[in-house]
């Protein structure tokens, strides 16, 4: 009885220690990869001053990011599986960070859509990987909570995002160069150097890892294996990718990460251009301002994060976070330019909260053969709406001269998602581990090759 619980404790003692070490260095990476991803939306104005880039052009080279993702992802998640996670998120994060460097001496919309590809062919398999490495290190009944927070770095990526976007603008002439390019020339070489960093920094394996002791190694591998023992009850054989496709709770949960990601990413390309509606504002100020919606969804994530640990259902709480976001969406389209600010930050409140909410689901006791290409598939055909939203708002605005009419689409989507949700299949809390364990695997495992 005395070695049981020494082997709880030190279970207990390693995974505190991934979260001091481990996750803080992922969410610098996340950090990273949401500055370079989302630092055309405050170069908009710039972009079509100097290159000629127009409203149309603009969103439609942001949305080629996810095109290249979502053809780009499988592929990466299979050199992921073949290489190791570690080398993997390295090589990442190197090649992001160079294409994004890049980005600084675009000359015309042709390079402008070939930059923006690359980009999201080098990022492809980021999030993936990141789960996986979770997989592999934290056990089930604290996955989610680390995932929730990864997530919710994003927010803090794009609240702070802004403000540094603002004094990078603000160095307009400085050693030649134009603000917008010390925008993207800065933050492509720090992704760089952080991808170094982090080769050194993550550990391939269990037993490589130095800062744990060999009890807490013992007690973490076991934990891990026992998990994958208990999923494997259920004779899953050999995955085959593709015909994954053809499972409705993948396609239904693809849709409903759509939805969310369309309401991000919308927001991400096109907000800062929303708060220059506001009379008198600034590159500088916009930037501050744009930051308020994401510090808003960094309080909510926070609070929906300790609800869910309650909850023995995320359904509910995926919709009321979905319908809020409608509704804040809706409310931004008709109000005045200051209050539709005040609007988007509870839109974004409701949005950024359903997307841990959201993962917690899939992910759910999730054989470790389809974890890592489940969420691949979900991620990359969901994150297709970070190619709708951005090039669809583009269209309007060069159609109309505004984003209004974009927003009511937003609205739109998001109730048809909380829909949607009703649907979904999920392993709740209460039920015993190993018939979830089974029902999962059976769900996301549709058929063999």
Not at 93 to 109: D, K, P, T, Y
Not at 253 to 266: E, P
Not at 269 to 285: A, Q
């Amino acid at each position: 009885m005395k070695s049981v619980d020494n082997a709880v404790l030190d279970l207990a003692s390693a995974t505190r220690k991934f979260f001091k070490r481990v996750l803080p260095v992922m969410l610098v990476m996340l950090v990273c990869n949401q500055l370079n991803r989302s630092n055309i939306g405050y170069a908009q104005d710039h972009l079509q001053a100097d290159v000629g880039i127009g409203a149309a052009a603009y969103g439609f080279g942001a949305g080629l990011f996810f095109i290249a993702y979502a053809i780009f992802e499988l592929p990466s998640n299979v050199m992921m599986e073949k290489y190791g996670a570690k080398v993997w998120l390295t090589r990442i994060m190197v090649s992001w960070g160079i294409v994004s460097f890049l980005m600084a001496f675009v000359q015309n919309e042709a390079m402008f859509y070939i930059l923006r590809f690359l980009l999201g062919a080098a990022e492809a398999g980021f999030f993936p990987a990141v789960i996986f490495y979770f997989a592999r290190w934290v056990p089930a009944g604290q996955r989610g909570k680390a995932t929730a927070v990864f997530i919710a770095g994003s927010s803090v990526a794009a609240a702070i995002s802004g403000p540094i976007a603002g004094m990078l603008l603000s160095m307009q002439g400085t050693l030649g160069l134009r603000g917008w390019q010390w925008l993207f020339g800065f933050e492509g070489v720090v992704s760089v150097l952080v991808g170094i960093v982090v080769f050194f920094l993550l550990d391939a394996r269990i037993e490589d890892a130095r800062w744990l002791s060999p009890a807490e190694k013992a007690a973490l591998a076991q934990a891990i294996s026992a998990e994958d023992e208990q999923h494997a009850t259920a004779d899953t054989g050999k995955v085959n990718r593709w015909k994954m496709l053809l499972n409705p709770q993948i396609l239904l949960l693809c849709g409903i990460y759509f939805a969310i990601q369309l309401s991000i990413y919308a927001n991400t390309f096109w907000l800062p251009s929303i708060v220059k509606r506001i009379p008198g504002t600034t590159d500088l100020s916009a930037g501050f301002l744009s930051s308020v919606p994401w510090i808003c969804a960094v309080v909510a994530m926070y609070f929906a994060a300790k609800w869910q640990d309650k909850a023995k259902s995320r359904k509910p709480l995926l919709v009321v976070a979905l319908l809020v976001a409608a509704a804040g969406t809706y409310a931004a389209a008709v109000a005045s330019p200051v209050l539709a600010l005040v609007f988007l930050a509870i839109a974004a409140m409701g949005f950024k909260s359903a997307s841990p909410l959201f993962w917690t689901i899939p992910q759910s006791g999730l054989h470790p053969l389809v974890l890592a290409p489940a969420i691949a598939i979900i991620n990359s055909l969901g994150n297709l709406g970070g190619f709708v939203a951005p090039f669809g708002f583009g269209i309007i605005k060069e159609q109309t001269g505004s984003v209004i009419p974009g927003l009511f689409a937003l609205a739109a989507a998001s109730a048809v998602a909380a829909g949607l949700v009703y649907f979904l299949r999920e392993r709740r809390t209460a039920e015993p581990a190993g018939e979830a364990a089974d029902a999962s695997v059976e769900a996301a495992v549709p058929s063999r090759s």
